[in-house]
Every structure is written in structure tokens, then in C-alpha cells.
């Protein structure tokens, strides 16, 4: 896949000013989002969960929504969204630490260590959990709602700034037989 | 813009800017009658409109807080967000897709058509497609819907193309773009349609019709509209005599107000506008405002919906244009020997990847979930819009354990699926599947219903006064100068996206409204 695992990438940096944490990594130059990037490294701070939460939020996201050619860039914006959450709710800074002991537990020690096949075993064992629900949730907006995720899937975002796809392939499908007029008239006939 | 004063009681106060309110606003102002039409939200425009699914949804939609009960999946999975309707000018016109059809003329004889079926609460409409079909011909040119009138069908897109080679290998023989009130040429000082692909999220072009910049500014040049919006109604006020007075509403700056009125016109949505009526409870009214018959709130209807996605070989690239492009008529018919009664539309759909993720399958995780999303670009949708039954236990009642912001009690919004929906689903399902897997699907997705923008039934029409809210002008039985001017006011929901219905309903009942005025009758 090109692209360095999060177990290699997320070293240690120990605390920079209030950064609790950091996590870093790379994406591969092979990568679609390699150019959509400012810079083919990124790294994340973060001010309320551990090294350890957010190493271990990334792979429990990579468990829950694996997509193989995703960057752990992507998935890395779980960690940042729930670290938010967690300095503003001590609440929800306790689930997820407890939720990160849960998983190692359940894993047998270290989830972020963890073959898939047991990433998947302990995931299932916590679904009845509100921490499996808080991240679940999370995984929704965190994953699929930037830029990178866009470019990822190829969903282009908004059409507005190119005027539409009325001169940008909104009837460019080729591998079916086109309507007849009466069912879908030809734009300029109109 | 007029600037009526509170204490003027000589105008009619419209409680919602949608396709009731802003279209019945409208027709009074075009014959000289003042109006003050309340908008719980803020005034966006074309410009403002954001091309981003959740960012629109925070700026568009009803977010205030409500509960949910009963054994739909919505209760589970969404369970504060029962419906997907706005908050804003111009209500839900801004986020609807355009679909405009007529409701059929069995569908407004439900009771006579389908017969008896328990558990079910069918009536005939008081009213019937001949009464309404001039209406129905205002509405639509008024609307600029397309293959009505001088209007051209709009061409259709990829998805669309997927869903009519479907459609025709299955041997369907309706299947177009269909009636949209989205401009397929300039009208009405409005764009032709740029297939953008946001029509949910608010045309930025204006090609699709909406209260917000039609009705609404077509008012306000008469000279008679007062436009309040953020103004959130807690409750209608009446006299000894029984007559609406006065609605208390909270404006823009929080204060909490007053207007008279000489004709109140409700127009909420039909979880508001019961919830409104049940919070206008009264010595007189104990029940709630015009609920004798007890049956405000209660025949909620939410239409079938569900929606099926399909993954192909080549692409698709079904965010490309409007979102409903196309559909297949040939289920809109009662033919019971397919084991449920009425029928339903097959409408094409798509959904950004933000809410593709959200919607497809809420709750549902790993591979399976996943290796879909993978295909986005390679992803066809329909949705299928079928007429559900009424039930006088899906209701809307108020939830006297949850406040809002204002203090008052939430609506609480219960829904069981009838045998009938389930069956006439699992139909649909099965049906939209097939029209993918003829032009070669890979995989068919089955997706549950999500929070409907069809809401109705919640004040129902009927000719006995024992038997429903409103008579068939929309004028409540119990209080003679109180109107219900939305959905709410459906006998029953029929298998057509409502709006249309909505609109030619307010149209008739602004000339019943001028009338009843011009004779002192209200």
C-alpha cells in the first residue's frame, strides 16, 4: 500500500508547551491526497488524550471503517475530533481513556498491537459500549467529512465554483444507451 | 414591507414560511390583504446557501430538540431527529428535491379504494381531484413544473440514465425526469437548472422553486407582508367566544410578544403545528386548541421511504445534477395481488459522501459498510416514496419530561410501521433492486427509512367534525377563524412527494380565506 502503518510512524515526542501529545505520520507519495496535502507529513497534537488514546483511537477507527488505501491521515482526524471533545468534557476524556484500556484488555494486551482478526474480536466484545458508540459516531463526520476523505472517494464537494455539471459531465455516463428525448430531453433543445 | 403593529387585529398571522405559509402569504397579499407571516428561522438567501452537506444541515434544518417512540428504526437510530424539515424563510421548500405530482384520484378515496384494513384509520378526502385540479394547475405554473404548461422535462443525468435502462428491461413503460418544479429554462427571473447536484442544501442558482425567493419576495412587493423571521410561536390565544385572538411568540431579540389577529393560518410542519395546537390548551380547550375529534397529532404519517443503492462496474457519478432526476411510475397503482394496498414512486436519489456514510446504513460498521463507501463514484440511488397508512396511535404528543429552549414541552413523535408498509417495502426492495441488477449491478444495498421530510396527517381533513381537524378548506371545525395551511391537514398521505399538494391547498385556501373575509364571516 505504500504507506507506513501507524505502529512505525507514531513515535513518542513526550510533551511540546501544553501538547500533551503528538502523533505523526506520512503519506505515501503514491497517494491521491499526496498533492491535495500542504505536506506529505502530518502530525497531530493533542491536548487532552495520550499518546497511547490516540495511537489506539486510530486503529480502533482503521478496525471499525477499514478502507485499505485510506491514509492513517484520515483516520487521524478521529483522534483529533475526540481529543476536542475530551478538553472540553472531562466526562468524555474518562470514556475514551477507559475506552482505550477496554480494548487493550479486550486484545489481550495491546490493541494497537493486535493482529486485525483480534482488532475485529475485541471490537465486537465492546459493541454494547458507550465507548463503542462515541467512536462509532465520531468515525461518521471525522472519516468522510474533509477534504482528503473527498479526494480519497472521489466525491468533488461543492459544484458551485465550476457552475454546476451542466458543462461538466452531469450526462457523460457512456455505457448505457442514452433516453430518448422524451424521457430526458437534450440540454439545448430546451 | 408593511410594518403592522401588534395590536392590530385586522391582519391574518401565518405561523410558517414553507410551501403553505409562504404560498398562502403570498395569494392573500396578491389580493390586498395584510399579512405577518412568523418564521421560527432565519432569513438565508441563494448566496448563503453552502454546497457542504453538514454545514447546510446545521444552517437549514429543525434542530430543536424532540423524542421519538415506537418501533420504527428511526427511534434508534436517530432518536431526537424524527424528520429532516428546516428551520429558516422559506421552511422546507428550501431542501426539498422539486418532485411535483398530483395525488391520484383513488388516492384521495384511501377508504373507498382499499376497503377495511385493521389497524389502519382510512377516510376518503372530503375533497377529490376534480375539485382540485384547477387549483392543481395554478399551483403547478406557478411553480414552473416541468412537463406542465409551456414547461420542457429537464434532461437527466447519470443516474438517471442507470434507473431508465433499468427501468425498461424490467418492462416498466413510465419512467422520465419527471414533473420537477426546477426551471428547465429561465422563468420567472430564476436560472435554468445548473445541475449542481445540492438540491438539498438550498439552490444556489434558484432554479428550484422556493417560498424563499418566490413567494415570499412576491409578496413583499404588494406592500402587505410583514416578514418576522426568527419569531418561534409558543401558543394561539382565543376569546371567550371560542375565536383565535392572538398568537405569543418569541421574536429575534428573544422578547416575548403578542400579535392580534383577525385570521390565524398554522403552517408549521406537521410535527410543530400539533405540537403548537396541544400547547394551546385552555379551559375552554382542554384537549388542545381545536382538538374536540382528539385527533390532533394523531394519523402521523411519514410517508414508506426507503431507498436503494447499487454498485456497478463502470461509473456513475450520481452527485452529478439534480438529485432527483428521474422516476418510475408504474407502482403508483392499487393492485392489491401485490399483497398490500397502494403503491409507491421510484425517485432517483443521491447523497454526498458526508451523508452517504451517515445514511446508507446507520449504525453499521466494518468491511461490509465500508467496501461500498469504496465505490462511491461507481454507485447508482433511487428512493421510493409509497403512501403509508394512517393509525391513530402514530402520534404526536407532547413530551411534558423534555423542555425547550423556551420552556416548552418537546413533541414526542411515536411511529409502528403497519403490515401494509412493511410488505409494500419489502416490494419495493425488491423491485428497485431488480431495475439495478438489469443493467448489472454488483451489489444491491437495502437502505432503512431515515428521518422523513414528508411529514403528515397530524390535523386531518374531514367533513365530520368528530372525525377530523380541519374541513376541506383547512379551516378548523372547532375554531371558526383558525386555519391549518400545511401537510398537517392530509386525510391521507397518498404515494406523491406532498408539496404540490401543500401548495394547491393554500392556493384554494387563500380565495376561501378572501372570501370568508370580504363576507365578514371570519
Known amino acids: 500500500m505504500g504507506e507506513s502503518t501507524s505502529q512505525n510512524v507514531l513515535t513518542r515526542r513526550g510533551m511540546i508547551g501544553r501538547t500533551a501529545a503528538i502523533l505523526t505520520g506520512t503519506i505515501a507519495a503514491t497517494s491521491a491526497l499526496a498533492t491535495l496535502a500542504p505536506t506529505r507529513v502530518w502530525a497531530l497534537e493533542l491536548h487532552a488524550l495520550?499518546?497511547?488514546?490516540?495511537?489506539?483511537?486510530?486503529?480502533?477507527?482503521?478496525?471499525l471503517y477499514p478502507h485499505a488505501t485510506l491514509p492513517t491521515a484520515v483516520y487521524a482526524f478521529l483522534a483529533k475530533d475526540l481529543d476536542a471533545a475530551a478538553a472540553k468534557d472531562p466526562a468524555t476524556a474518562k470514556l475514551l481513556g477507559d475506552g482505550t484500556a477496554s480494548l487493550d484488555s479486550a486484545a489481550g494486551g495491546s490493541f494497537v498491537a493486535a493482529s486485525p482478526a483480534a482488532r475485529l474480536a475485541a471490537a465486537k466484545s465492546i459493541e454494547a459500549s458507550a465507548y463503542f458508540a462515541k467512536v462509532r459516531g465520531q468515525c461518521i463526520t471525522s472519516l468522510y467529512n474533509n477534504e482528503l476523505a473527498f479526494a480519497h472517494f472521489g466525491y468533488p464537494g461543492a459544484s458551485w465554483p465550476q457552475g454546476g455539471y451542466i458543462h461538466h459531465g452531469f450526462n457523460d455516463l457512456a455505457?448505457?444507451?442514452n433516453p430518448p428525448e422524451s424521457a430526458s430531453p437534450t440540454v439545448g433543445l430546451l | 414591507m408593511a410594518a403592522i403593529s401588534h395590536d392590530d387585529s385586522s391582519a391574518v398571522v401565518i405561523i410558517g414560511s414553507g410551501a403553505g405559509g409562504g404560498t398562502l402569504a403570498n395569494e392573500l397579499c396578491q389580493k390586498g390583504i395584510k399579512v405577518v407571516l412568523l418564521e421560527a428561522g432565519a432569513r438565508q438567501s441563494t448566496a448563503s446557501f453552502v454546497q457542504d452537506e453538514w454545514a447546510s444541515f446545521n444552517q437549514l434544518a429543525w434542530l430543536d430538540n424532540r423524542t421519538?417512540?415506537?418501533?420504527?428504526?428511526?427511534?434508534?437510530?436517530?432518536?431526537?431527529?424524527?424528520?429532516?424539515?428546516?428551520?429558516?424563510?422559506?421552511?422546507?421548500?428550501?431542501?426539498?428535491?422539486?418532485?411535483?405530482?398530483?395525488?391520484?384520484?383513488?388516492?384521495?378515496?384511501?377508504?373507498?379504494t382499499y376497503g377495511k384494513i385493521d389497524g389502519a384509520n382510512l377516510m376518503d378526502w372530503p375533497i377529490g381531484l376534480a375539485e382540485l385540479a384547477p387549483y392543481y394547475e395554478r399551483a403547478e405554473q406557478k411553480m414552473g413544473v416541468t412537463r406542465t404548461g409551456p414547461n420542457p422535462g429537464l434532461p437527466g443525468n447519470n443516474n438517471f440514465k442507470v434507473l431508465y435502462n433499468g427501468a425498461k428491461k424490467l418492462g416498466y413503460t413510465k419512467c422520465s425526469t419527471g414533473h420537477m418544479a426546477i426551471n428547465s429554462k429561465f422563468r420567472d427571473h430564476r436560472s435554468s437548472c445548473l445541475q449542481m447536484g445540492f438540491c438539498f442544501q438550498g439552490c444556489k442558482s434558484g432554479a428550484k422553486w422556493s417560498t424563499l425567493y418566490t413567494e415570499i419576495p412576491h409578496a413583499e412587493a404588494t406592500g402587505h407582508l410583514d416578514l418576522r423571521p426568527e419569531s418561534h410561536v409558543l401558543k394561539i390565544e382565543h376569546n371567550a367566544a371560542g375565536k383565535a385572538t392572538a398568537v405569543v411568540y418569541v421574536d429575534a431579540k428573544g422578547k416575548t410578544v403578542r400579535q392580534r389577529a383577525r385570521v390565524i393560518a398554522v403552517a408549521a410542519n406537521s410535527i410543530e403545528t400539533p405540537r403548537l395546537l396541544l400547547n394551546s390548551a385552555s379551559n375552554m380547550f382542554p384537549d388542545g386548541l381545536a382538538n374536540s375529534s382528539g385527533q390532533v397529532g394523531r394519523n402521523y404519517m411519514r410517508h414508506l421511504t426507503a431507498s436503494v443503492y447499487a454498485t456497478f462496474d463502470e461509473p456513475v457519478h450520481m452527485f452529478r445534477g439534480t438529485t432527483m432526476a428521474g422516476i418510475i411510475q408504474d407502482e403508483v397503482e392499487h393492485k392489491p395481488h401485490r399483497g398490500f394496498a397502494g403503491g409507491y414512486e421510484m425517485e432517483t436519489?443521491?447523497?454526498?459522501?458526508?451523508?452517504?456514510?451517515?445514511?446508507?446504513?446507520p449504525g453499521a460498521w466494518g468491511s461490509d459498510f465500508t467496501s461500498v463507501l469504496d465505490e462511491y463514484t461507481h454507485m447508482a440511488g433511487m428512493w421510493i416514496v409509497g403512501e403509508d397508512m394512517p393509525r391513530e396511535s402514530n402520534r404526536v404528543t407532547l413530551n411534558h419530561d423534555v423542555k425547550d429552549q423556551y420552556g416548552m414541552p418537546v413533541p414526542n413523535v411515536h411511529y409502528d410501521d403497519h403490515p401494509n408498509d412493511l410488505a409494500m417495502r419489502a416490494h419495493a426492495f425488491k423491485q428497485g433492486g431488480d431495475v439495478y441488477r438489469a443493467v448489472g449491478a454488483k451489489k444491491v444495498i437495502e437502505t432503512p427509512p431515515y428521518p422523513s421530510t414528508h411529514n403528515l396527517g397530524t390535523s386531518r381533513m374531514s367533513n365530520d367534525p368528530k372525525l377530523g381537524v380541519v374541513n376541506k378548506h383547512g379551516r378548523t371545525h372547532d375554531v371558526p377563524n383558525l386555519f391549518i395551511s400545511d401537510g398537517s391537514q392530509f386525510t391521507t398521505s397518498a404515494a406523491e412527494n406532498p408539496t404540490l399538494t401543500i401548495v394547491t391547498l393554500a392556493i384554494r385556501q387563500a380565495d376561501y380565506i378572501a372570501s370568508a373575509m370580504s363576507k365578514q364571516l371570519v
Open chain 1, 50 to 63: 495520550s499518546q497511547h488514546d490516540g495511537e489506539t483511537l486510530i486503529a480502533f477507527g482503521q478496525t
Open chain 2, 68 to 112: 421519538t417512540s415506537g418501533t420504527w428504526r428511526v427511534a434508534k437510530d436517530f432518536p431526537n431527529l424524527p424528520a429532516w424539515t428546516c428551520k429558516t424563510v422559506g421552511g422546507t421548500t428550501t431542501h426539498w428535491a422539486g418532485a411535483s405530482l398530483r395525488i391520484h384520484d383513488y388516492e384521495f378515496r384511501a377508504a373507498s
Open chain 1, 175 to 177: 455505457w448505457l444507451p
Open chain 2, 349 to 361: 436519489i443521491s447523497l454526498g459522501l458526508p451523508f452517504m456514510a451517515a445514511f446508507l446504513n
